[in-house]
């Protein structure tokens, strides 16, 4: 599959995560970076974003990451540690980038920073390719 082909693919599939706010910046296989600004309806009671937030932001990336070969996949698990705080206004990106992938499970890992490039924090999933494609194979008629 080529960057193009997963590209397409993630943009097919992120609809979720973009009516959440997030943005789909870019994606490869086994790659993938989702940007979220923190708005003022996100923060909890301490003033600063709710890990929901920061945990769907996470599990987006790698959502799209594990499947960007085109073979339905799934989560198995995922843990998530938080390190620093984001705050209303911050820019946050979260990078995916798988660490293996073989026979029908993959682990990946997510790294989410802020506009200065400070972590805010790490995630890990764990993959399970579940039979079919994400998509199916589009025909031509030419």
Known sequence: MTNHDAMRLASACAQASLGMGMRLLSTAPGTARVGMSVRADMLQGHGTCHGGYLFALADSAFALACNSYNEATVAMGCS???VAP???GDTLNAECIEQSRSGRTGNYDVRIENQQG???ALFHGKSYKVRGPVLAQE????
């Open 118 to 120: 400070e972590l805010i």
């Open 139 to 142: 025909t031509s008629n030419e």
């Open 80 to 82: 998530i540690d938080y």
């Open 86 to 88: 984001a705050r209303l």
